[in-house]
Nanobody
Framework: QVPLVESGGGLVQAGGSLRLSCAAS????????MGWFRQAPGKEREFVAG????????SYADSMKGRFTISRDNAKNTIYLQMNSLKPEDTAVYYC??????????????????WGQGTQVTVSS
């Protein structure tokens, strides 16, 4: 029942950039860690990046390190995913998620009970 509203997806050429946003309600956002995941057709949902409530601790999947950056603006109840140097293999539906039981992020899908609707990212070659 935690509403997460995503935006910023679209079609971009290889090597380009996109910035995804995910807005949440203030009541459910406060004190919670957040994460970004993605899922391509026929594949399992995979961890992209996570961020603690304070924003001081971040984590990334190995394939995203150096290209993607997660951040949050607690005053706006919003998290972001800056994606640079995009590749065709980055094409997927990207989801934001809230870990409502902890202030620290986790790379596991099972630790996030609430999810956004997903936003499509398509990278052309």
């Amino acid at each position: 029942q935690v509403p997460l509203v995503e935006s910023g997806g679209g079609l971009v050429q290889a090597g380009g950039s996109l910035r995804l946003s995910c807005a949440a309600s203030a009541r459910t956002f406060s004190g919670y860690a957040m994460g970004w995941f993605r899922q391509a057709p026929g594949k399992e949902r995979e961890f992209v990046a996570g961020i603690s409530w304070s924003g001081l601790s971040t984590s990334y999947a190995d394939s995203m390190k150096g290209r993607f950056t997660i951040s949050r603006d607690n005053a706006k109840n919003t998290i972001y995913l800056q994606m640079n140097s995009l590749k065709p293999e980055d094409t997927a539906v990207y989801y934001c998620a809230a870990r409502t039981t902890s202030a620290s992020a986790s790379p596991f899908v099972r630790d996030y009970p609430y999810w956004g609707q997903g936003t499509q990212v398509t990278v052309s070659s």
